[in-house]
């Protein structure tokens, strides 16, 4: 029985000590860790081979990801076919207390409109768990606009086309997200002149190009606060 216990106890201790610590573990273990659930598109996989990261792009070509171990960063972009691009990109971001936080940006463009979608993840207890709503920046068009009480303005025109799109980086160096607003402007006089609108909706469709608009807004990493604080605007 006591051969039974020492046995049993030694196995769990082999598994403790097999377990990585937060502090070893590598921006490839913590992109590997983020459930499958969280990606709108596959999770790349990454193979290390002779010192170098690779995976397999949709069209079976080999992409070499920049992987940045050191800094706790990674990008993975895949242009498939020419047509359009999906990615990601993951870094980490250390709170005060020592906790990693891990941002995840999934991005897609197919050559006519593209998004951008920021989640954040905390290390417990051996898992990534969700902390995309306390701790992630909410990015939306309204902090955008110089006015924010013009988005009741265009709210009905806005989600019906492809207008805009927001791009996301994560930093490699550094703790700061850039957001650039991209405007499609080349669609102005394609909704200036379109008979099958109303002239209600021409009205706001040329309102909302006509908007003053910020191009560009950082959030910074808040340590203290574990979480991102929107900054400057340009």
């Not at 079976?60 to 990674?74: A, F, H, M, R, S």
Request: a positive charge; proline letters at 5%.
């Amino acid at each position: 029985m006591k051969r039974s216990l020492s046995l049993a106890m030694a196995a769990i201790a082999v598994c403790i000590i097999s377990l990585p610590a937060a502090d070893r573990l590598t921006i490839v273990d913590y992109y590997r860790m983020i459930p499958d659930k969280a990606f709108k598109h596959p999770k790349f996989i990454l193979t290390l081979k002779n010192g170098v990261y690779t995976t397999p792009s949709i069209i079976e070509e080999q992409l070499k990801p920049t992987v940045d171990i050191p800094n706790g960063y990674l990008f993975v972009e895949d242009p498939g076919t020419g047509g359009g691009t999906t990615g990601h990109a993951c870094a980490v971001f250390i709170a005060a207390s020592g906790v990693p936080h891990i941002a995840l940006n999934q991005f897609a463009f197919n050559g006519v409109a593209g998004d951008s979608a920021l989640s954040m993840f905390i290390l417990r207890d051996g898992m990534l768990v969700d902390r995309t709503a306390e701790c992630a920046p909410m990015i939306s068009l309204s902090l955008f606009l110089k006015d924010p009480h013009d988005i009741k303005r265009i709210q009905s025109v806005i989600g019906k086309t492809h207008l805009y799109m927001i791009r996301t980086e994560l930093p490699r160096y550094g703790t700061d997200i850039v957001t650039t607003l991209m405007v499609f402007s080349g669609k102005a006089e394609l909704y200036r002149t379109a008979d099958w609108l109303s002239s209600k909706e021409k009205a706001e469709y040329a309102a909302f190009f006509a908007m003053p608009k910020y191009e560009t807004i950082i959030f910074s990493w808040d340590k203290k606060k574990a979480l991102f604080i929107a900054g400057s605007k340009k």
